[in-house]
């Protein structure tokens, strides 16, 4: 799969009081250019949920490059980096035209809604293996 976007508008409370966005505000953009994507390749969290399993994120790193403000139109991008038999590593990018704003490594893994860890079904695996 190739690289997702996902268009994200600022609004007042994404802001802190000097005008910019609020860092921990990134981290739903980034929650729902992942969900996004994900939807995008058939994968829909509640369907997931039915088999008793979910995604939890394991790790994640981040860097704020720059600051995003009110009414603007950013784009989240997120690509597969690696893949393991029970963890998705995703590179995701905040962006407003061609600037960089925030970048992440995101170490997402699979776990049973029971508890404790799973392995991603085949169906998923497939979507996201690397092309020969």
Do not use: C, W
Request: charged share 20%; glycine share 8%; aromatic share 10%.
């Amino acid at each position: 799969m190739s690289v997702h976007q996902f268009p994200v508008r600022i609004y007042y409370e994404d802001t802190d009081f000097s005008g910019n966005v609020y860092h921990a505000a990134y981290l739903k953009f980034f929650e729902r250019g992942r969900t996004e994507f994900l939807r995008d390749a058939g994968i829909h969290h509640s369907a997931l949920a039915e088999q008793g399993l979910a995604f939890a994120v394991r790790a994640m790193d981040i860097a704020f490059d720059g600051a995003a403000h009110i009414d603007d139109l950013l784009t989240v991008t997120t690509a597969v980096e690696a893949m393991s038999g029970a963890r998705l590593t995703l590179k995701q990018t905040i962006l407003r035209g061609d600037a960089v704003l925030t970048r992440a490594s995101v170490v997402v893994v699979a776990i049973k809604t029971s508890g404790g860890p799973a392995r991603l079904p085949k169906a998923i695996l497939g979507l996201f293996a690397p092309v020969q």
